[in-house]
């Protein structure tokens, strides 16, 4: 057991007013020292996006008496470099990023601002996860804010490998129709997308993105089967991207200069 | 040798008025029946964001006489998905995602819009690359769009494995100097970056991003040292985030719901 409380950092890609931050913030406070750094609105699916074109600017954000972070006109990548370079006075323990509003599972994960905190906590060997309630429609944050608390202490007192991050999805059910824990691996289920073709009032096209999730894989160690089974999913993610496998293969092609 | 030309669409991330695109674009349709879509102004690390809170718009952009595009107010991950489900008649054989202006190795291919587009087309299942040219002064794209129509033409023979694209950084010298072509792997030097904290007319403070990378790694193999030693680097990448290496261990520590 260690004996100090961890130092725990909080982000999200919803916004510094979200409930889910607002919930994970009202567990996570109870076991640390806990600072919030966190984009000033909503920045879903800016995917590992940074802001270089434009300056960054915080914010102190207070709320409900004793809620209080920084505000960032950036994204969750910007905020947790941000936080780490110039505003903490410390390295922090553990970064916590969530609690989403909607899963961030299969190739979703490669979208996900929530996703990007942990990924960017993690290229600065802060020890991170990423956690989603996966639901759009009535809420609770209750049991995976609960979660996340159990969660964090756990690596707080385990650690994670180096290159290594966890990303969480927690079904949208209550505590007691859990079904447990699953270890799963990022589903491979593709989206079948449509732009919905509109005209504006000036007579112009314009186009929204939307879809849904195809070929869902029947797999019980995929990520959206285990949430299907109302199983909290739990995927060890790392953000070296090479393809290890294929390298020999494609040494074979010969390429020339 | 396949008979038909291939049908290959061009995108970027640098806008479709970028040096890099056109020189891609004077090559590549020497050898396809080539479509451009690509953002209407730079959206340099904007990672893997699509745009979901705005509709999109596409207008034809027309350079140079021979130049037509359609050039969309979007990411390059929207370009890639509204050509793909909107606005071609036809699955592209190949997506060439390029020449993006500056190198896109290491951890930088997580944040890069250039990539971004090459996932996203491998998503769909086309096969794609990604090509940068690793220098940001006196850009001069000629041999890496030179690279870049036979490499299409060795993906359009061969293939690539579901899943995976290839990431192409091509050094920024005469091709008479160029030493080879490595595959390579994804380097992992972090970066020490700042925030340079300033204070606006208003007396408001603001901050700006800026770093370099550290402990660049030795090995040949790796994409940033082959640049170094002159090589064209092509790592191949999935997107598949899972570390099932770690699945396993995670098993381990049977976390309770």
Redesign the interface.
Known sequence: MKKRRPKILLTNDDGISALGLAGLYEQIKEISDVTVVAPDS?R??????????D????WNFKKNGDFFGYAVNG?P??CV??AY??LLDHKPDLLVSGINLGSNTG?N???SGTV?AA?EGT??RIPSFAISLTTYTDPDFTYAAK?AK??AM?VWE?GL?Q??F?NVNVPPVK?EE????E?T??G?A??K???D??IDPQK??????TGKKVELEEDGNVDDRAILNKK?S???????????K??H???T?E???
């Open positions: 909503e879903s699916a800016v995917g590992h996006a940074i802001t270089l074109s300056p960054l600017r915080v994204t990548a910007d470099k941000i370079w110039a190739i994960v490669i979208y990007s990924t290229i600065l979660f159990k969660l756990e385990r490998p290159g290594t966890l505590e859990i079904q447990g824990v270890i691996r990022q491979r593709i989206y997308e449509r732009f073709k509109r112009r096209v314009y186009y929204w993105l909290v739990i995927t060890p993610i790392h953000y070296d991207l090479t393809n290890y294929y390298i293969e494609l040494r092609w390429i020339t200069p």
